[in-house]
C-alpha cells in the first residue's frame, strides 16, 4: 500500500511553492466507498489527501494547460502516459506540470466489487496481503484475490511505475508481463458473423450519452464530431446505424494516441466494452509502425512522423 503521509508531505512541500496554483490529488467521495478528484491549493486541507486502491480517475484529464502558475498532479502509471501523450500533442507543456508519481499494483474496478458486494458500501477500508484485497466497512471484512477484483488493464499493465514523473512515492515496482493483447487475439479467431452480432448487440445499447468522450484525456476537440452540423457527420437519433458510426469513427479518432487508461468504459453506464475496440486498433498499429502510445515525451505522435523501416512493407 502507497505511503500516504510521504503523499502529503510531498504535497505540502509543493504547496508552499509559489509558482503553484494547486494540486490535483484525491480524496474520499460523498458517496459510498468511492473517490474522487481533489484540487488542493491550501496546506490546511492537507489531510483530506488519500490514495488507495479505491483511486481510479485519471487526473490527467483535469490539468488546465491555460493555467499561469503551475499544477501538480498526482499519477499512476497509466495515467502517466496519458501526459506523455498529451505532451506530445502539444496540449500539455511538461514545465508547467509537477508529477507526483504512484507506483500502483492495481486499482479496484467499482462495478466488480458491487458484483462481489450487493448492500451498500460505506467507510471502506482496503488493506493489501500478498496477492489479496481485505475489504472492511463497519464490522464486515471481505477477502479477495486482486485479480478478481481490479480493473482487466492492471493484469496486462506493462507501466506500474509512472513513466514521467518530479516526485516518485514509494519504491518502482516491475511490470506483470502478461499478454496485453490476449482477448483481442481471441476476439480474432471468431467468425466475421459471430463478430459482427457481438458488436451489434454492444452498440445497440449505447445512449449516446458522450460519457466515453468526456471522459478521455485525449479527446480534446474543439468541436466534436457528434456534434457538428456542416457537414454533419451523424445524426442525433438513437439507433444501430448512428451509434455503430460514432463508435467506429471515435476509435479511428483515438488510434495511436489511446494509452489505455480505460476511462471511456469505466463511465460507460450500458457496460459496452469499448477498450477492446481500442486495444485492437492499438495491437494494428503496434504491428503496422511498431508504435506505442504514450511512452516517450520527446517523439512525435503516430501521423506526425515517418520512418522509412516501418515494418509494414505495404506502407513504404
Known sequence: MINNKKLKNEISKILEKKDVKHVICYTNGSYGFQ??????????????????????????????????????????????????????EKQLNREKIIIIGIPCKGVIDPKKLRKKISEPLENVDVKETNNKYIISFEDKKYEFNKKDIVFDKCLTCEHPTPIVYDVLIDEKIKPIGKEKFGQVKNFEKEKLDKKWKFWEEQFS???????????????????????????????RSVNIS???????????????????????????????????????????????????????????????MYKPDDPEEDTK
Not at 267 to 291: A, G, Q, R, S
Open 35 to 88: 473517490t474522487r478528484p481533489f484540487f488542493i491549493s491550501k496546506k490546511e486541507d492537507i489531510e483530506k489527501i488519500i490514495f488507495s486502491p479505491l483511486c481510479v480517475h485519471n487526473l490527467s484529464l483535469y490539468i488546465n494547460n491555460d493555467d499561469e502558475k503551475k499544477t501538480g498532479v498526482v499519477v499512476k502509471g497509466c495515467d502517466s502516459k496519458t501526459i506523455v501523450q498529451l505532451i506530445q
Open 205 to 235: 445499447k449505447c445512449i449516446r450519452c458522450y460519457a466515453c468522450r468526456d471522459t478521455c484525456p485525449v479527446c480534446f476537440c474543439e468541436e466534436c464530431m457528434a456534434e457538428q452540423l456542416n457537414p454533419q457527420w451523424l445524426c
Open 242 to 304: 448512428e451509434n455503430t458510426a460514432w463508435h467506429i469513427m471515435r476509435a479511428f479518432h483515438l488510434a495511436g494516441r489511446c494509452t489505455g487508461c480505460g476511462e471511456c468504459e469505466r463511465v460507460c453506464p450500458m457496460d459496452i466494452p469499448l477498450m477492446l475496440l481500442n486495444k485492437k486498433l492499438e495491437k494494428e498499429i503496434k504491428e503496422l509502425f511498431d508504435y506505442t502510445p504514450g511512452i516517450n515525451p520527446k517523439n512525435k505522435p503516430l501521423f506526425a
